[in-house]
């Protein structure tokens, strides 16, 4: 789906400007990916590029590597891995293909899908001990602060998220840090020849029967990293047990295809999740719960839904009762469920209902404040604005179950947490998820420098221009929906009322949002009314497209946006006036509105703006 984009700015004799962007959830780090590569050096460890593409990386084709006289054999390489992967189906093309049956019942079909891909990969989820979070705001972030204070309690944490900033690796991180360029290609490709050896069809060829065995697949069924692992830790088994080509696909359907690139990345976690050992693994859904590839765990410790809101619509539902419907799929038996405080009361109905209806233990996450006895220090958070009081909360709860359980099972704690009393937990019953913040109180120190070390780019993030124009601070957020934008402007206003003090910056904001999208309904939060104090007063106005900019760049091949296709004026112009409408402005006169080609484009605008007001 496309996006959102805002940028908002200060600009006055040297001091900050502030560019709030709003992405949305599929557009936020393609913009964000603008932001961080244009206006200063990326702060996501382990994404910077290792080398330099001159050209874009050939997909190795299964039809060329089926035959054993080959001249040259493909590149299997961390980019021609990425290039492969996004050749295959996107989630936005996938997410059309479902708009005419959304409201049919593909949770069985999907699901029995990707549960014949682990099966044919030989891969046990259920050797995983998993968080998983589902929620249309923060989930993001939720799943950020969990990692965090486990990973800080002396724990070895898996965290899987979605989407990506600056390189297609942040969505699998182990112990906090982005899986390597290697153990990615050796993870995609083995997975490739393995799909391809018992029988998946690749993308436009057939498939492999074993008879006909390629030399990179009869690798991966005798090296180190394949299926004759034996390690307790390894995600695979011997070959002899690997299902054959033979085996029929799913129920009388055609044979599978290779899975798109949501569902590729997910096994591809799930792989080197179960091949590193890890104590716990953090899961975040991509789209909805009930039919997303996450939700084919069957046996998570406990599960949460943060904030709903109006998003995916054409696939989730049309109404908030739906979209809860559809995120509370992750509900497992007897599995203790958590909701973020402050949810609607006809959403939150529908969790609830779907709970009892699953026999899922269902709890309102209590607020972060609760945690801290009378006249104890308050919780720091890493991550700013009010808004992530909510997500902390829901952390919290989905942290100290989790603990409880290992407790329950006697597996002890790290030396980390080797201080917490016997009395930690209280009464606490998981069977009936009693959950009380008094029972957690006072929390570890680990979870409370856990809490306050998150760091979670492009979420309530302040990032200044490189000089010469250090004078435009840019203000990134994640938020996608009407009433997270709203939040995000909040946060804003009082961060760059802060930032400014006593001066009188310029203000400018840079939009663009697709045609999957109301625009108005988007920008109403800046629209002219007494609470936006800040906001309503814009100089300029940049309406910019999804291009970033107008020739390739070369870095991580996974931040090539294929099919971003050419400038639309017609849908530009429907924006602005859009936009002079909201505003009561006569669009025949000069309100510093203003179209911009490329994201890139609207940012030399605003450095231009900084030049101009030294």
Known sequence: MKGVRFS?????????????????????????????????????????????????PSFPSPSMSSSASSATPAPRDYESAVATLNNLQSNESAIAAWVSTRRQDLSVTLKEEMLEYVRRLDVDINKLSIIHVAGTKGKGSTCAFVESMLRHSGYKTGLYTSPHLLCVRERIRINGQLISEEEFARHFWWIWDRLIHTGTTPPGGQAHNQTHTTQAQAQASSSPSSSTQTSSSSPTSSSSSSPSSSSSPVGSRPPLGMPQFFRYLTLLAFRAFLESGLDVVVLEVGVGGRTDATNIAEAPIVTGVSPLGYDHMNVLGDTLEEIAWEKAGIFKHRVPAFSSPGQLPGPLGVLQKRAVDVSAPFALSPAVSEYVREGGEPLRLGLDGEFQQVNAALALALCNVWLHDQKRRNKGFPSALSGLPSSWGGDYDYNINNYAAQQFSPLPHPLRVGLATTHWPGRAQVQRMAAPHDNVHIYLDGAHTPESIAVCRQWFETRSLKDSADQTPIRAIIFNCGKGREPRALLESFGPNEENAVAAKLDHVFVTTFTLRAAKYREDPSTLYRGRGSVDPTWQAKVVSQWHALRHDDPREDHGVQGCATMEGALQAVKKLSQDNP
């Open 8 to 56: 908002l700015t200060h600009i006055r004799n040297h001091h900050p400007i502030p560019l709030p962007f709003v992405f949305s959830r599929y557009s936020p780090l393609r913009a964000c990916r603008s932001v961080t590569r244009t206006i200063a050096k990326p702060h996501i460890t382990g994404c910077a590029p290792t080398r330099s593409m001159s050209t874009r």
